[in-house]
């Protein structure tokens, strides 16, 4: 049978770089044909070709209930009927930054934008403008949008394609960026004690989903905590995918369970906030809040910002999400899908690693659960490229490349878990 995949893919190389609007989506890490995708239910998405695939990547995100969820549908087809945009302010802004507030209570203020990328960028400039410092710390393998002081040492499709700092940075641009390695705790110490006067913001990935799924230990998180305080630079969370998707309250509330009293200056959020539509925010204490025009002198904007049919999507999903026992039912279903895999492993003798929280995982070809970039590429590529054109062929859509995380939504059945878990024990055996 022809391949339709293909042949879209042949047409979209002619007019669009590498025939994709993001770079992972090419497949050139596992290798073969992206699926072009026609529709989506549910757990479910069909491509070109009619096949339909169990999808665990949920846009990357934010399908935390699924494709086509009724409510959240009814919710932005009201709201394209009453207006696509206005460039002028809505009562539905109000309403879910009310919301985000009330889910994130570290968060005093937040402002809307139409992406992470956005968010993060504007989040660096905000603190910069707020301390008078111009230093920021990130930790490698973490992405924060690909604004070009944040695209140093970046994980995600820069760490797929082999060059985590992009070109067209230019060095001076960069200067102010510290990489540090993520949970070491001694070159945290060492940062601060030399330029602890400078330092702008420290900003991190708490659960990191852009080198798979390697979470701050308690330890490095309070240090973090510690140090910015201390020093008076902002901890900027960079949420944009573990933000109301590894619990309602972010990953910040599982990091209060640990650290009493626990909180980041400022949060940056995206992806399941929006329910699919472009939609992010950023957001903190109202002192730092109020920095920004026009109360303040640090400037932000944007004709689609808080746009009247994403906050209608966003709202409709949050609103969803803060039903009683949603996140426990979401995290039961994470945990049958990584405990079942990492038995099939072990049953077959392949050294693999899983991880979750909520609705977020991630599972490694190696023996124990890594905690930093370098470690995350002592992953087996080969294998995992085997093992994911194995899943693909039965019908189960993991993220094509090593160094993302995966997405369970509200939608997926214990039918999908236990359907996803036999395809691996048959793909396991074949490694
Ligand atoms: N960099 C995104 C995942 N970490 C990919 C987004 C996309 O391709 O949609």
Request: proline letters at 5%.
């Amino acid at each position: 049978m022809k391949d339709l995949n293909q042949g879209l893919f042949d047409r979209a190389k002619k007019v669009i770089p590498g025939g994709v609007n993001s770079p992972v989506r090419a497949f050139k890490a596992v290798g073969g044909c992206p699926k072009f995708i026609t529709h989506a239910k549910g757990a479910y998405f069909w491509d070109a070709n009619d096949q339909r695939f169990i999808d665990f990547i949920g846009s990357w995100g934010p399908m935390i209930l699924g494709h086509g969820d009724e409510r959240v549908l009814q919710a932005v087809q009201k709201a394209a009927l009453e207006g696509f945009s206005f460039g002028a302010p809505t009562e539905r802004e109000i309403e879910l930054a009310e919301m985000l507030i009330r889910l994130t209570p570290s968060m005093e203020m937040v402002r809307l934008v139409s992406s992470g990328t956005e968010a993060a960028m504007s989040s660096i400039r905000l603190a910069r403008g707020a301390t008078g410092r111009q230093k920021i710390i990130k930790f490698e393998g973490c992405y924060h949008g690909h604004a070009d002081a944040l695209l140093v040492k970046a994980g995600s499709g820069l760490a797929t394609f082999g060059n985590p700092t992009s070109a067209g940075v230019p060095p001076e641009v960069v200067k102010d960026t510290l990489v540090l390695e993520y949970n070491n705790l001694e070159q945290l110490k060492e940062a601060f004690e030399l330029h602890g006067q400078e330092i702008a913001c420290v900003m991190i990935e708490p659960i990191a989903g852009n080198m798979n799924f390697v979470r701050a230990s308690v330890p490095f998180m309070a240090l973090c905590r510690e140090l910015c305080t201390r020093h008076h630079a902002l901890l900027v969370f960079d949420e944009v995918m573990s933000g109301c998707r590894v619990a309602l309250g972010s990953a910040q509330s599982v990091y209060q369970k640990s650290i009493p009293g626990f909180e980041p200056d400022m949060t940056v959020m995206g992806k399941v906030i929006g329910g699919g539509m472009p939609l992010a925010a950023f957001g903190g204490k109202r002192a730092v809040m109020e920095q920004l025009a026009p109360l303040g002198p640090v400037y932000q904007a944007g004709t689609l910002s808080g746009n009247p049919v994403a906050t209608a999507c966003g709202i409709a999903t949050l609103s969803a999400i803060s039903q009683p026992g949603f996140f426990e039912a979401l995290s039961q279903k994470t945990q049958a899908l990584t405990q079942g895999l990492v038995q099939s492993a072990k049953r077959h003798g392949i050294p693999f690693s899983a991880d979750c929280e909520g609705g977020m995982f991630g599972f490694f070809l190696l023996p124990e659960l890594p905690q930093n970039y370098p470690q995350v590429m002592k992953s087996n590529s080969d294998q995992f490229n085997r093992f994911y054109h194995g899943m693909l062929s039965q019908g189960v859509y993991f993220a094509p490349a090593l160094y993302e995380a995966g997405f369970v939504s509200a939608a997926h059945t214990a039918k999908d878990i236990q359907d996803t878990v036999d395809a691996a024990d048959q793909v396991f055996k074949s490694l």
